[in-house]
């Protein structure tokens, strides 16, 4: 009785000082947390390599080697044509805020000379300073955080490596991981994992592949219409659609605002054409491809968006389906345990 006492205590022990070291080291993580889910999407391709009698380690050789050639073909293809269009923007944009700074003035001495009561007009003025002063603020928090993203990015290219050592040893850390539990829980434990991966991966699969198609939809229907930024457009308005609900009205504002630096018209087009994509997507693309994928219920899809979006921030909005679900996972095996117990 006491060995399996100090057996507990030393586990305890162990446990809070592996959280205190995470918590110390918490800003090396994400690339570590990163290759963690690299390394659990790309392990499926390699076991499926494996099974046509490859050795584990020439799979990941190859899996690798294809990404790498589309990073390549990306770079030579994609991002000229970005570059491009940011390079347009960027002689553009001053022009806009300009324009945009003048017709706020222009309105502002319209209400004034409208005879409104005097004290209307200067609430008013008050707040259309109060806007200025809020989106130039939030310009500034942007370049000011540029250089520390910048940085960050360097740090985030350790991720793939550590991914290859992740699935090199995946087998073994797996097994590791059971091993550390009781044997009375282990096959419990194992059907929890298997239901959680089923789930995950079923969401990420069919959610990545929609925004691909919804991104393409919507980056040639604006080139149809003569806008420029198209791939801009589609890609903003595909990355912003992996979040559910919120998500295509997010991409949808900077795809507008880059449209209205066209012409208000061609605002209007841009926005016809990603209401039309969106409820396509709604209707046919999501039903046919996904389905009830993670099995969760609307309502609780929009308090989780809520939720990790608080906790989180944006990143919060792009985990909080796939949380959610395993979530709804583990509580469903503990219930099931708890009416186990008690039959």
Not at 3 to 17: A, P, T
Not at 62 to 69: A, C, E
Not at 78 to 87: A, F
Not at 277 to 297: A, F, R, T, Y
Request: proline fraction near 4%; hydrophobic fraction near 55%.
């Amino acid at each position: 009785m006491k060995s399996k006492n100090y057996k507990w205590i030393f586990v305890g022990i162990c446990s809070l000082l592996g959280m205190l070291i995470l918590f110390r080291v918490r800003a090396i993580l994400g690339p570590f947390f990163l290759a963690f889910v690299l390394a659990y999407l790309l392990n499926p391709l390699v076991n499926a390599l494996e099974g046509y009698k490859i050795s584990r380690n020439k799979a990941i050789a190859l899996v690798f080697i294809l990404i790498i050639t589309c990073c390549a073909t990306a770079i030579f293809l994609v991002i000229p044509i970005i570059y491009n269009e940011l390079s347009k923007l960027v002689v553009i944009l001053p022009q806009t805020i300009q324009s945009v700074t003048d017709t706020i003035e222009e309105f502002r001495n319209q209400f004034k000379a409208t005879g409104l009561p005097s004290r209307v007009a200067l609430v008013l003025d008050e707040h259309l300073v109060e806007g200025e002063s809020i989106l130039a603020d939030r310009l500034n928090l942007f370049l000011d955080n540029l250089p520390k993203a910048l940085s960050s990015v360097t740090l985030y290219m350790l991720s793939p490596v550590i991914a290859i050592y992740f699935l090199a040893d995946w087998k073994d850390l797996r097994e590791g991981f059971f091993r550390i539990i009781p044997q009375r829980w282990r096959m419990e434990w194992r059907r929890l994992w298997q239901d959680i991966n089923h789930v995950v991966r079923q969401y990420l699969r069919g959610d990545l592949f929609v925004a691909i198609i919804v991104g393409t939809l919507i980056g040639i229907g604006v080139r149809l219409v003569g806008m420029d930024y198209a791939l801009l457009i589609g890609l903003i308005c595909g990355v912003f659609d992996l979040i559910p609900y919120f998500g295509p009205a997010i991409g949808a504002v900077p795809a507008v605002l880059l449209a209205l630096t066209h012409s208000p018209v061609m605002a209007l087009k841009v926005g016809l054409i990603i209401f039309f994509v969106q409820q396509l997507e709604g209707n046919v693309i999501s039903p046919k491809l996904m389905g009830d994928s993670v099995g969760l219920h609307p309502l609780w899809i929009v308090f989780a968006l809520l939720a990790f979006g608080e906790i989180a921030g944006f990143w919060g909005l792009f985990l909080a389906v796939p949380l959610a679900a395993v979530i709804r996972v583990v509580f469903k095996h503990i219930y099931f345990r708890l009416v186990s117990t008690k039959v």
